[in-house]
T-cell receptor, first 114, second 116 residues
Framework: AQSVAQPEDQVNVAEGNPLTVKCTYS??????LFWYVQYPNRGLQFLLK??????LVKGSYGFEAEFNKSQTSFHLKKPSALVSDSALYFC????????????FGKGTKLSVKP | DSGVTQTPKHLITATGQRVTLRCSPR?????VYWYQQSLDQGLQFLIH???????AKGNILERFSAQQFPDLHSELNLSSLELGDSALYFC???????????????FGPGTRLTVL
């Protein structure tokens, strides 16, 4: 069965510092991996995805993610954090092909302090 | 704005009642997915419709049902409501396989259901 794990419930970063939010996956076949962000009382916003190709994927708002097949990881990164990046981040994997549902991790709360 | 709309934004009802949540996908998207977000269960997939046909079921209770209409909007019906059904319900849509843009799901703002 497909699954993703986010090992950190919360990540604290100072504004201006680089941030990393971790995600590992377990899939059979090729993984279709995603990152979404959820601000309080809002829906999920798509940040980026890995389908195939370059291991470094660039997304919205300056975020990027690195796909690492040997470590089965898909960590979300940003070179310089902003206070406005504070939110709940979800890693997800597509279940059973390009049209399957998403299977989400438990989410990581990112807190960026000024 | 993702282009996916959901109504109502908030719904407060009593145990034993029935409610209907509505979702309009992005223009041209054929797939609609329903998810439930709760504190204890996280984000859980409920059901997937593609062009009016049910494609997959997840952790959807028998008290819940859904459908997708010819205009592609979808409704999620929740009946015999229990306190534990209180949650945020999201729908998401994605494009058809033919478009080549089928991989990404775009989420609506959600409907917050409170069962008292």
């Amino acid at each position: 069965a497909q699954s993703v794990a986010q090992p950190e419930d919360q990540v604290n970063v100072a504004e201006g510092n680089p941030l990393t939010v971790k995600c590992t996956y377990s899939v059979s076949g090729n993984p279709y991996l995603f990152w979404y962000v959820q601000y309080p009382n809002r829906g999920l916003q798509f940040l980026l995805k890995y389908i195939t190709g370059d291991n470094l994927v660039k997304g919205s708002y300056g975020f990027e993610a690195e796909f690492n097949k040997s470590q089965t990881s898909f960590h979300l990164k940003k070179p310089s954090a902003l206070v406005s990046d504070s939110a709940l981040y979800f890693c997800a994997v597509r279940n059973g092909g390009s049209q399957g549902n998403l299977i989400f991790g438990k989410g990581t709360k990112l807190s960026v302090k000024p | 704005d993702s282009g996916v709309t959901q109504t109502p934004k908030h719904l407060i009802t009593a145990t034993g009642q029935r409610v209907t949540l509505r979702c309009s996908p992005r223009s041209g998207d054929l797939s609609v997915y329903w998810y439930q977000q709760s504190l204890d269960q996280g984000l859980q997939f409920l059901i997937h419709y593609y062009n009016g046909e049910e494609r997959a079921k997840g952790n959807i209770l028998e008290r819940f049902s859904a459908q997708q209409f010819p205009d592609l909007h979808s409704e999620l019906n929740l009946s015999s409501l229990e306190l534990g059904d209180s949650a945020l319900y999201f729908c998401a849509s994605s494009a058809s396989v033919i478009s080549g843009e089928q991989f990404t799901q775009y989420f609506g703002p959600g409907t917050r259901l409170t069962v008292l």
